[in-house]
């Protein structure tokens, strides 16, 4: 949850660019994941997956925060970046989906 305010950040700023910030919660409940959205003023969205469900498993998280980031073509770039180096990824694919979309 350290990273929440930091990625509430990222998806101000980046509110007007081609990105999506995707979660996926594995809290024990619904109404746990309801909570810790609203406690957290998490303002993206945000997937209940309980603990051990299918996204879970189909994306190998085994800890968190598990980060992945997409190209605008879905491939896998970077994993488990944060802070700056975040940033530093989400800029650089932000242009190149950009300047695809300029093509």
């Known amino acids: 949850m350290a990273m929440v305010p930091h990625e509430r950040s990222l998806v101000e700023r980046m509110k007007d660019k081609p ?28 997937w209940f997956d309980g603990s051990g469900g299918p996204i879970a498993k189909q994306w190998n998280i085994q800890f968190l925060p598990t980060i992945y980031v997409l190209d605008h073509k879905g491939v896998i770039r970077y994993k488990n970046v944060q802070d700056k180096d975040l940033d530093a990824a989400v800029d650089s694919l932000v242009k190149e989906a950009e300047a695809d979309a300029k093509k």
């Open 19 to 46: 990105f999506t910030l995707l979660g996926v919660n594995l809290d024990g409940s619904k109404e746990e994941c309801k909570k810790v959205i609203e406690a957290n003023k998490i303002n993206w969205r945000s």
